[in-house]
C-alpha cells in the first residue's frame, strides 16, 4: 500500500528558510525517483526537485540555487530544504514518485497523492 506523508511546512517572512520532509512507503521508494511538487491557488500542480535512487538531482529554474533535494534510502524520506524563499513559492508541497526524466512519466492528478503540507512566503 502507498503511503506519502509531507511534514514540516508552515509561514516564513521571505527570505527565510523551511525544510520539507516525506516519509514514503518501501515500494514507492525503493523503485522510482522520488520528486517535490507544489500546488498554488488557482494553479495546477508542478515538479520542482526530483532526486533519483542513485542521488542524482534536477530542479525546476524557478527553484535553482535556493532548493535542495535529497532522500535517505535507509529510512525512506526525501527532503526538500527551501532557502531564500519568496512570496511567489507561496503553495501545498508534495512529494511523490517522479518519472525517469523530468516532465516524462509523473503521477497524474487522478494518482495516489498525500496530504501534502502548506508553504506560506510572507511579510
Known amino acids: 500500500q502507498v503511503q506519502l506523508v509531507e511534514s514540516g511546512g508552515g509561514l516564513v517572512q521571505p527570505g527565510g528558510s523551511l525544510r520539507l520532509s516525506c516519509a514514503a512507503s518501501g515500494t514507492i521508494f525503493r523503485i522510482n525517483a522520488m520528486g517535490w511538487y507544489r500546488q498554488a491557488p488557482g494553479k495546477g500542480r508542478e515538479l520542482v526537485a526530483r532526486?533519483?535512487?542513485?542521488?542524482?538531482?534536477n530542479y525546476a529554474d524557478f527553484v535553482k540555487g535556493r532548493f535542495t533535494i535529497s532522500r535517505d534510502n535507509a529510512k525512506n524520506t526525501v527532503d526538500l530544504q527551501m532557502n531564500s524563499l519568496k512570496p511567489e513559492d507561496t503553495a501545498v508541497y508534495y512529494c511523490?514518485?517522479?518519472?525517469?526524466?523530468w516532465g516524462i512519466g509523473e503521477p497524474s492528478p487522478s494518482d495516489y497523492w498525500g496530504q501534502g503540507t502548506q508553504v506560506t512566503v510572507s511579510s
Open positions: 511523490n514518485r517522479a518519472g525517469p526524466f
Open positions: 532526486v533519483t535512487s542513485g542521488g542524482r538531482t
